[in-house]
């Protein structure tokens, strides 16, 4: 037997010492994020290894198992806790230690084995903890497999089983490294400015890039899980200033910046032009479907408008579907499709044949970017931004909005733009020309600018993104729109950033 989980406990007390905590928000659409010690505890994680455990043998798949952990100063102690739980359900451990999380993804087909865990809490603030699943490699949990967890484990539903087993893979990252070196070096001398944050990709990003032949400069690559710049986030503007300020310095090519757990890279040009990662996508599938013609791209809904209008990519035939943002979304779409890459705003890119196995991996991203410029010997990055055609896009910005109330305001904007567009009002001053409404709602309107409000998938906050292809004014009146909408719901609270 196994207690069920509490949604709430106070710490430093017996019962929390005595009961898994597990507050049932920690159960996202793709992934599980939680406040250590203030919405789950050592024992709650092992609940979730249990309730895990437990899905893997429901959904028909080998109960086989990769973990491993970021860095972290708990992360290590979580992933044992959830690995107890694991093995109490039956499953066969495969621990490859400190790792980011494309390594765990590369391991399963590595190791040969169909299920992931890895625990992370990717970009999120310390204090934070959480975990990447998947029973189906290279997909990774979407709202189905996360729903029915979240059951298992909120109700206790254990199914023990004997045959449990751990072990430790010794050495594991020099087999990711060499997986993705064994190739032919630059012909070209880049200057390369590495960035992690003191995240985990700090370990493993430098060897990486040098093993290519990049001139590796190190920014902020020793391993420090108190984060004492900033956050290791590649959508965060302290990161990405202090990227730009390092290739200005150093008269770098370009500067390539890892999130905490090495899925998700940020690119600053040779001027110091802080890239958006869609417009890299944009440049990026130029350079692949000039090799690659009549090519599937899957990009998310906070993407630029440039996948569907940029000449180059029309007259190499590229095909475009806008999806849902989250990467266990765009790694299900890209595979269903049988698209050649997939690309998210936040920086997650995916690759299948012949540059990846299907998943996000901020190397395999980093190494795109670098052979981009390699087959482009007399063009700068600089250069390679300059030939899109112009547009004024906004950071990704996060109103706070409570995980119990996101979901409902969502809803609420939806209904208030479909009902604009249904009655013919304005937005922004122009009429409505599209709505998608896949995740969230897109409001694109007569002159092509659009504003995006989604729920975050991982945070207490809402997602708003706005762009225009005529001017930096209209890119403001679609904000002031938007924003307007907003602030019609006293839920929503201040952004982290603004335009």
Not at 206 to 228: K, M, S, W, Y
């Amino acid at each position: 037997m196994f207690p069920k989980p509490k949604p709430a406990l106070t710490p430093n007390t017996y019962a929390y010492e005595s009961s898994p905590l597990v507050k049932p928000t920690g159960f996202r659409e793709y992934d599980a994020r939680w406040l250590l010690e203030k919405e789950i505890n050592l024992m709650g994680m092992q609940a979730l290894g249990l309730g895990l455990g437990t899905l893997i043998r429901e959904l028909n798949v080998k109960p086989e198992i990769v973990t491993g952990h970021d860095f972290r100063g708990y992360s290590s102690a979580v992933k044992m806790a959830l690995i107890s739980g694991l093995m109490a359900s039956g499953c066969k451990v495969h621990d490859i230690g400190l790792a980011i999380t494309p390594m765990a993804y590369f391991a399963q087909f590595e190791l040969n084995v169909p299920c992931v865990a890895m625990v992370t809490a990717s970009h999120n603030d310390n204090g934070w903890t959480g975990v990447k699943m998947g029973a189906h490699r290279p997909l990774t949990f979407g709202p189905v497999e996360m729903k029915r967890l979240k059951e298992i484990v909120l109700g206790a539903k254990f199914d023990f089983k004997d045959g449990g087993s751990y072990a430790f893979v010794e050495n594991f990252p020099e087999r990711y490294i060499a997986d993705l070196t064994k190739r032919p070096k630059l012909k070209r001398k880049l200057k390369v400015i590495v960035a992690c944050g003191n995240g985990t990709a700090g370990a493993f990003a430098p060897r990486i890039l040098q093993a290519i032949g990049c001139e590796v400069v190190p920014l902020d690559c020793n391993l420090d899980h108190t984060f004492p710049r900033y956050n290791p986030n590649t959508e965060d503007m302290k990161m990405l200033h202090a990227m730009r300020d390092a290739v200005l310095v150093n008269h770098a090519d370009v500067a390539l910046g890892f999130d905490g757990d090495g899925d998700r890279c940020g690119v600053v040009d040779n001027e110091g032009e802080e890239i958006f990662a869609d417009k890299v996508g944009v440049m990026l599938a130029r350079d692949i479907s000039t090799m690659h013609r009549n090519t599937t791209f899957v990009v998310d809904v906070k993407s630029t408008g440039l996948f569907l209008t940029d000449p180059v990519l029309k007259a190499n035939g590229v095909k475009v579907d806008y999806w849902k943002t989250g990467h266990s979304y765009i790694k299900r779409r890209v595979n269903e499709l049988g698209a050649i890459a997939g690309f998210e705003k936040s920086g997650h890119f995916f690759f299948n044949k012949p540059f990846g196995r299907g998943y996000d991996d901020g190397m395999i991203f980093a190494l795109a970017v670098c052979d981009m410029l390699d087959r482009n010997p007399g063009k700068s990055m600089a250069d390679l931004r300059k030939a899109l055609p112009k547009t004024w896009g906004s950071p990704t910005m996060a109103p706070h909005c409570d995980d119990e109330k996101k979901y409902a305001v969502v809803e609420a904007v939806v209904k208030h733009f479909e009902a604009a567009k249904a009655g013919g009002s304005k937005v922004a001053g122009q009429s409505i020309r599209e709505l998608v409404t896949v995740n969230g709602i897109r409001v694109t309107v007569e002159d092509g600018t659009w504003g995006l409000v989604r729920a975050s998938s991982n945070k207490p906050e809402l997602v708003v993104v706005v762009e225009s292809p005529v001017s930096e004014q209209r890119m403001r009146d679609m904000f002031q729109a938007v924003d307007g909408v907003l602030r019609t719901h006293p839920e929503v609270g201040a952004y982290n950033q603004t335009i």
